[in-house]
């Protein structure tokens, strides 16, 4: 079970992101995925994939709904909710947390957790995160335009209101 509340904008950006696919698809990564990204293999999908998709973790026949994906979308955020939580050593608030719930569902722990992004975030270099988040938008052929987009609403939504917010996430 998560420790760290999944702030409800971050499970919208995901979603709109991701897109809905109520049947297994894959992913340029090669993954299968299904719903809003929700992860089935990490590998391509299989015609055993087709007949069934997964709901709590348990394969079942038909399409997956809308309703069930959200609900698998804000279980999957939970753990990203959790790995932001725990390498991000500054305060930040529900906006900044959206966008890095955002940035790390899509690359991954591994990647938050290597990455400039985090170490320059953690050293207080708050102003460098979006331009940091613009570093990772390429794929097998260069940059993809729906990850350049990605990144620069991830962006906007890290930087700091004109008004400090008073409301820090949660650590």
């Not at 991954?108 to 992004?117: Q, V």
Request: charged fraction near 25%.
């Amino acid at each position: 079970m998560s420790r760290h509340k999944v702030p409800k904008r971050a499970a919208k950006l995901v979603a709109f992101f991701e897109g809905f696919s109520p049947e297994p698809t894959d992913k340029l990564d090669g993954f299968s995925t299904v719903g809003y990204g929700h992860l089935i293999a990490h590998r391509p999908v299989t015609a055993v994939d087709r007949q069934a998709v997964w709901v709590k973790g348990q394969r079942t026949p038909g399409r997956l709904t809308k309703k069930e994906s959200l609900r698998l979308l804000r279980r999957d955020l939970e753990r990203f909710a959790d790995a932001v939580a725990a390498n991000v050593n500054v305060p930040i608030n529900w906006r900044q947390a959206s966008a890095l719930i955002s940035f790390t569902y899509n690359c991954g722990e591994g990647a938050l957790a290597s990455s400039t992004l985090l170490r320059r975030l953690n050293a207080g270099e708050y102003a460098a995160v979006p331009s940091e988040l613009n570093r990772w938008v390429s794929g097998p052929d260069g940059p993809l335009p729906g990850l350049v987009i990605r990144r620069a609403k991830e962006g906007r939504l890290f930087r700091p209101l004109r008004r400090p917010s008073v409301w820090i996430w949660n650590r």
